[in-house]
T-cell receptor
Framework: SAVISQKPSRDICQRGTSLTIQCQVD?????MFWYRQQPGQSLTLIAT?????????ESGFVIDKFPISRPNLTFSTLTVSNMSPEDSSIYLC????????????FGPGTRLTVT | AQSVTQLDSQVPVFEEAPVELRCNYS??????LFWYVQYPNQGLQLLLK??????LVESINGFEAEFNKSQTSFHLRKPSVHISDTAEYFC??????????FGTGTRLKVLA
């Protein structure tokens, strides 16, 4: 299984500012994923990030609000732009875990509070 | 459209008692089924999965889940819980891709 780290682990930000979250994995992977986990709600996929191509966003998420970079096979960043209190969530990075069952390995998450 | 329902948002249970966390899904096609566990301040970890074959699947720490196609359920059970099982448990499905549908989670609180 892959070991995934995220930075920062938590942050408190002012509305209108932006935060970039980093995700580092200890092995090369083609597919990385970004999720949002809002309080009391299920995990929601924001986008899929493949190295060498533009990220693919899910319905309800746009690149201007959540720009993603994927410069190599072990690293990705997610930026939450022009934040509002509604963006307060846990943001999780995950990576592919093999094609049998399509399981994923998750990072520890970044807890974001917007004031 | 697919959906996953975890009816119980919180389940308190005394140590060494049995527990069942319920999960129902809706899908018109075959799916893969998963339970993930999230310990405090940690990421999600795969607990167990059903892909095909035997409908009863087990984890290494004593949890088991049974796939029931007629009831479209994948309930998670453990005959005797420990304090260390305190965590949030997520049921999830996928249709043979990396696109998951997650339930809203069940917070298991094991009491001494």
């Amino acid at each position: 299984s892959a070991v995934i780290s995220q930075k920062p682990s938590r942050d408190i930000c002012q509305r209108g500012t932006s935060l970039t979250i980093q995700c580092q994995v200890d092995s090369q992977v083609t597919m990385m994923f970004w999720y949002r986990q809002q309080p009391g709600q299920s995990l929601t996929l924001i986008a899929t990030a493949n190295q060498g191509s533009e990220a693919t966003y899910e319905s309800g998420f746009v690149i201007d609000k959540f720009p993603i970079s994927r410069p190599n096979l072990t690293f990705s960043t997610l930026t939450v732009s022009n934040m509002s209190p509604e963006d307060s969530s846990i943001y999780l990075c995950s990576v592919e875990g093999g094609t049998v069952g399509y399981e994923q390995y998750f990072g520890p998450g970044t807890r974001l509070t917007v004031t | 459209a697919q959906s996953v329902t975890q009816l119980d948002s919180q389940v308190p249970v005394f140590e060494e008692a049995p527990v069942e966390l319920r999960c129902n899904y809706s899908s018109s096609v075959s799916v893969y089924l998963f339970w993930y566990v999230q310990y405090p301040n940690q990421g999600l970890q795969l607990l167990l999965k059903y892909l095909s074959g035997s409908t009863l699947v087990e984890s290494i720490n004593g949890f088991e889940a049974e796939f029931n196609k007629s009831q479209t359920s994948f309930h998670l059970r453990k005959p005797s819980v420990h304090i260390s099982d305190t965590a949030e448990y997520f049921c999830a499905v996928n249709r043979g891709t990396y696109k998951y549908i997650f339930g809203t989670g069940t917070r298991l609180k094991v009491l001494a």
